[in-house]
C-alpha cells in the first residue's frame, strides 16, 4: 500500500516514521520543510498545504493519507486559518482527486477540550474546541465525515491526547498514548475493512481516560502501554507546576485556561 504521511518533520512523524516505514516501505513523506533525521532510504516530496496544485502532485497514485500536516498547538487565527483550515481541505480535496481510498485524519483532544474532567465522553458527545486549533480539529473531523458519506473516502479521525515515550502530568495519565499504540490505530484507519467514518480516541492503556473509545477496540484496537505504569513520575512532576483552576478542571488543561475570561461559575456538566 503506497501511503503518504503530511506532517512528516514534525514530533508525532518523528516518533511513528521508523515503524510506519517497516510497514508500509511506498510510504512518502511530505513538509514544507525537509525533515532533518531524513534518511537515504525514504521518499521526500515537499508541499505546502495551501498549494492545492502542490498537494494534489503529492497524492498521486497515493492509497492511503496520514495527515499529520498544520499546526500543532493554539496559534493566532492567521496561521490557523492557512494551515489547518485551507490546507485540510486542500488535502481531502486533492485526496478525491487522485482517487485516494482512505484517510487518516489526526485530530486532537482539543475539539473536545471543554468537557471537564470528571466526564467520561464518547464520539456523540458534541465537540467543544478549546481554542481556534482545537475548531481546526472540529473542522478536520467535519470535512473528514463530508468526504466520507458524499465520495465514499473511507476517513478516520482520531483525537489524539499526548504522544510520548509516557505521561509528564496528570492530565497526560489520563490521555497519553505511546507511539507504538498510535500506529496500531493508523494501522487500523489504513487497512480496516469496516472503516467508513470514524472517530477513534488516540490514547494507551490508561485507567483515568477521559473517553469511552469503544469503537477503537470493537475494530481490534489492544493498547499494550499502561499509562499508571509512570504514574508516580508523573504525579511527582504534576506536583511541580502551579495550581491552574481551569486548566485542571477542564480535559483540554492549559489550552482552556488560555484567554480564558468567562465570568460565570464552571460548567459542572
Ligand atoms: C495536542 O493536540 C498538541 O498537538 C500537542 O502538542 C499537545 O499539546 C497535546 O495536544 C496535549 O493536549 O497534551
Given at each position: 500500500m503506497k501511503v503518504l504521511m503530511t506532517g512528516a518533520a514534525g514530533g508525532v512523524a518523528r516518533m511513528t516514521r521508523p515503524m510506519l516505514r517497516e510497514l508500509y516501505p511506498d510510504l512518502v513523506l511530505s513538509d514544507v520543510k525537509r525533515p532533518d533525521?531524513?534518511?537515504?532510504?525514504e521518499t521526500f516530496a515537499p508541499a505546502d498545504l495551501t498549494d492545492l496544485a502542490a498537494v494534489e502532485a503529492i497524492t498521486r497514485g497515493v492509497e492511503g493519507v496520514i495527515h499529520l500536516g498544520g499546526v500543532s498547538i493554539e496559534r493566532p487565527w492567521d496561521e490557523i486559518l492557512p494551515a489547518n483550515i485551507i490546507g485540510c481541505h486542500n488535502l481531502f480535496e486533492a485526496a478525491r482527486r487522485n482517487g485516494v481510498k482512505r484517510v487518516i485524519f489526526a485530530s486532537s483532544n482539543h475539539a473536545i477540550?471543554?468537557?471537564?474532567?470528571a466526564r467520561r465522553i464518547g464520539t456523540d458527545n458534541a465537540v467543544r474546541p478549546d481554542g481556534y486549533y482545537g475548531v481546526s480539529k472540529a473542522f478536520g473531523e467535519a470535512i473528514g465525515a463530508l468526504y466520507a458519506y458524499k465520495h465514499g473516502m473511507r476517513v478516520t479521525s482520531l483525537r489524539i491526547g499526548n504522544v510520548g515515550d509516557?505521561?509528564?502530568d496528570l492530565r497526560r495519565l489520563s490521555i497519553w498514548i505511546h507511539p507504538e499504540d498510535l500506529v496500531q490505530l493508523f494501522v487500523i484507519g489504513l487497512e480496516?475493512?469496516?472503516?467508513r467514518c470514524e472517530i477513534l480516541y488516540g490514547l494507551s492503556?490508561?485507567?483515568?481516560?477521559?473517553?469511552?473509545n469503544r469503537r477503537a477496540l470493537e475494530l481490534g484496537y489492544d493498547p499494550t502501554h499502561v499509562a499508571e505504569h509512570h504514574r508516580d513520575e508523573a504525579l511527582a512532576a504534576q506536583a511541580k507546576l502551579p495550581p491552574d483552576p481551569i486548566g485542571d478542571w477542564f480535559q483540554g488543561g492549559t489550552f482552556c485556561a488560555d484567554g480564558y475570561d468567562n465570568k460565570d461559575e464552571l460548567p459542572r456538566t
Open positions: 533525521d531524513l534518511r537515504n532510504d477540550g471543554f468537557y471537564p474532567r509516557k505521561p509528564i480496516h475493512p469496516e472503516v492503556n490508561n485507567a483515568r481516560g477521559f473517553w469511552d
